[in-house]
C-alpha cells in the first residue's frame, strides 16, 4: 500500500504544469484530490422497469438506514446520487472496507450490492466512464460500434439503449445492433460474459484490431441512398461509434496508485499513433448523419486535443460538436488549444514546433522516434474549436480524470464538400512505418500485420470479395427479408486458424426447430428465420442462438472468420436430457426468457403465490406434493419438461413484488427445480425478503475466492452451476477503462 506523502511524481508534476491545463491557484487541489481514495460508484442497470425499482429500494430503504451511522466515533455518509447522470439511476459512497466489513448496515448495503452486480442490475463502474455512452446518444433504431469495448461496463450502457423499450419482465428485438469489439481475445471473451447481463438478439463481438476495422457488408438493396456515390455501396456504415482507446490511463491515478511511481510522458507519446489512427478508421465507417465519440482516461493533451486535432486535420469533412448544455450539472473544463509535448522521458519541452525538433535529429533518429508532426498543436488549432472537447477533472466533483470528445460529419453545403467528403473516405490513411506503435508499454503488444488477418484490404475500395448471397430479396423500402435469403455453398474461410465455431441458420422448417417449438407452445410470431446453432457440422444439436434480421444479414454476408467473429445473437433455449425414460426436451435458459417470452402461448405460463417462490428458493428440487393448492394441483397436471411461472405483482405478508416476475421450472416426474443460477437465487431473495434463503447460502456456499465470471447457465439439468461466489472485495472493484499498460 501506497502511503499519501509517497504519491508524487516529479515528472508528472512538471509535465503538466507546462501544458497549463489546470490554473495555477487550483494546481494544490488538484493534486491533492489525485492523492485520495476514489469514492465507490455504481449505476441502476438493465431495463427501465427493474432500474426503477431497485433505485426506489436504495431510495427508501438503503438510504435512511445508513444515514445515521456512526462508525468508531466518526460519522459515515450514507450513499449520495451522482447529480449529472439521468434519472438519478447512479450512485457514490465513500467508505472505507473496514466500515464494509464491520459496520452491519453498511455490510447488508454492500451484500445487496455484491448480489444484485452478480445478476447483473447493478453495474459497479467508475463515474466519469459512465459519460461516453450518454453523450453518444444511442437509440434503439441505430447500428453501433464499440471499437474498444473491453472489458464492457460502456458496452453495457450502449446495449441498454438499444433496448431502451425493454419492460421488466420481457426483451424486445431493437432494429439496429451493437458490435463490441476489441483486440485481445481473452477480454472479447468477457464481452460475451457481460452481454450476459442483458441478454440482446442484436449483439455482435468481434476480435480484430481496430486501427484497421475491415469493411461489413450488407446485401444490396433497392432502398440504399448510397448507391452510385461510394465503391462499396453495401458497406455497413455506422450511426454511432464509440471509440474509447487505450491509453496511458494517468486519469485514473485515484484507484491505479502504481502509475505515480512509472508514470512518464513517453507512454502517450508512444500510443498517440493508434489512437489516431482508430479515429480515422472510425470516421470512416461513420454514416453521412453519424456520431463518434472519442473518448481517454488519460490528462495528456497528446492523447487527447492532439489526436482530435490531426484526426479533423485528415478529414476536413468532420467538426467537434458543443455539448456542454448536455448534463448540465456535470463540471467541466473546455479543451486546449496549445500544449508543449516532451520529447524524452527528462520533460524537454523546449521544442515549440515539429520542425524545430526534426531538425536536430540524424535519418537514424528520425527513424527511431515516436514524435511526429501530429504531437504538436497544429497552425489551424484555434479553428478546429478544440474548446469543444471536454476536460473532467478530479477535484471538480470527485472523480477520475477523463476526456470526452464528441464528433460529427459537417452539414453539407455543396456537391464540392460532397466530392471533399467522397474522396476523405476513399483516401488511405497513410501512417509512416516509423510511427506505427513503438511502445514503452509493457501490456500493450504493438499492431502488426498477420500472414492470415491481413491489413491491406480494410478499406472502402477493398478487392477482395467477402461471402456474398446468391439470392436477396427486399421490400418496396429496400429493408432486408433475411427470411427469403438463400446460400448455395459454404465459403472458403479466409481465416482457417480461427477456432471459433462456425454460425448456421436453420431452415424455418428444421424438424427439430419444429418440434423445439412445439415443445415449448412458442406462437406462430416467433422468429424461426433468425435461429442459428454453432457447431461444426451446423445441425440443430444443442443450443439454439437468436438474432435480430440486421445481425442475420451481417452474418450471412461476411466471412466470420475473416470479422473475427466470436459470438452473435444471444442463447435462448438449450436441449435438456430429462432422465431415464423420458425423451430428451427443449427448455428455455433462464438468461433467454426476457426474449422468448413474447412468443410463449399466455395460456400456459403457470401462476403462483409468493409462499411457491419461497419454497423453490429454499430447496434446490422440491416434492409437487410439497406446494399448496392451486399450485400443487396444477403442477402435478403438466407433462415433464420446461414450464413457465409467473408470480404476479403485489405485496405478501413478508415481501413485495413490484412487477410481475415470470422464471423457467423444470419438472421432472415428482419434483421441481427453479431453473435460475444460484447467484441470481440469493439476489432474488434478498430483494423480496431482506435476507438469503437460498440452500447455497444456508449450507455456507461460499468457498475460496475466484477470480471474476459472470453467471450464466450451462443447460445441465443442475441448474446452479457458475462460479462460487467471488470476494467481495473484488466485486465492487470497478471494471476500469482502456487503461494500456
Known sequence: MLEKSDMKNERFSSYYKAQHIIPDEEWDQFMEALRRPLPTTFRIAGSREIAHALNDAIKKTYVPLLSDVVFEGDVVPPPSRIPWYPEDLAWQFNVSKKVLRKQQAFKKFHSFLVHE??????????????????????????????MCAAPGS???????????????????????????????????????????????????????????????????????????????????????????????????????????????????????????????????MLEPDGRIVYSTCSLNPVENEAVIAAALNSNPDFQLIDVSAQLPELVRRPGISSWAPTVNRTINTTFKTWDAYNETLTEEQRADSKMSETHWPPINAESLQLHHCMRIYPHLQDTGGFFVAVLERKPRQSNASVAVKRDAEEAEILVPEAKKVKLDLGGLPEPQPSASFPPTPMSEDDNSRPLMLDIVEVD?????????????????????????????????????LLSCIDQLNLTATFPSANILVRNPAGDAVRSF????????????????????????????????????????????????????LPYIDPSVILDAEVATLKTLLI??????????????????NRSPGSHIVRFPAGQSNDST????????LWKSNVSVTLMIDKKAKSALSLRLFGEDITTAARDGGKKAPQTSQLPQNTGDVVPDEGADNEDEDAILDDEGDNEAE
Open 545 to 596: 442462438y437468436l438474432t435480430n434480421d440486421l445481425v442475420k444479414a451481417v452474418v450471412l454476408n461476411n466471412d466470420y472468420t475473416r470479422m473475427r467473429l466470436m459470438t452473435s445473437g444471444t442463447k435462448v433455449i438449450t436441449k435438456q436430457e430429462a432422465g431415464r425414460g423420458l425423451e430428451a426436451q427443449f427448455r428455455v435458459l433462464g438468461e433467454g426468457l426476457p426474449v422468448v
Open 476 to 512: 418496396a423500402q429496400g429493408v432486408i427479408d433475411t427470411k427469403k435469403t438463400t446460400i448455395k455453398s459454404k465459403p472458403k474461410l479466409s481465416d482457417p486458424s480461427f477456432k471459433e465455431m462456425p454460425y448456421t441458420f436453420l431452415e424455418p422448417n428444421d424438424p427439430t
Open 154 to 284: 460502456k458496452t453495457a450502457q450502449l446495449l441498454e439503449a438499444l433496448h431502451a423499450q425493454d419492460t421488466a419482465t420481457a426483451t424486445s428485438i431493437p432494429p439496429g445492433l451493437l458490435i463490441a469489439n476489441d483486440s485481445d481475445s481473452k477480454r472479447a471473451h468477457l464481452l460475451i460474459h457481460q452481454s450476459a447481463r442483458l441478454p440482446s438478439p442484436a449483439f455482435m463481438v468481434t476480435n480484430l484490431d481496430a486501427s484497421i476495422f475491415p469493411v461489413i457488408r450488407l446485401p444490396v438493396t433497392t432502398g440504399d441512398t448510397r448507391r452510385g456515390n461510394k465503391k462499396s455501396p453495401n458497406q455497413l456504415l455506422f450511426d454511432r461509434i464509440l471509440c474509447d482507446v487505450p491509453c496511458s490511463g494517468d486519469g485514473t491515478l485515484r484507484k491505479n496508485i502504481g502509475i505515480w511511481k512509472r508514470w512518464q510522458p513517453m507512454d502517450g507519446n508512444g500510443l498517440h499513433s493508434l489512437q489516431t489512427r482508430i479515429l480515422q478508421r472510425a470516421m470512416r
Open 619 to 636: 430447496t434446490y428440487y422440491p416434492l409437487c406434493t410439497s406446494f399448496s393448492d392451486p399450485f400443487r394441483s396444477v403442477i402435478q
Open 657 to 664: 413484488l413490484s412487477h410481475d416476475l415470470l422464471v423457467p
Open 117 to 146: 452486480t452478480e445478476v447483473g442490475n447493478i453495474s459497479r463502474q467508475e463515474a466519469v466512464s459512465m459519460l461516453p455512452p450518454l453523450f453518444l446518444d444511442v437509440q434503439p433504431h441505430h447500428k453501433v460500434v464499440d
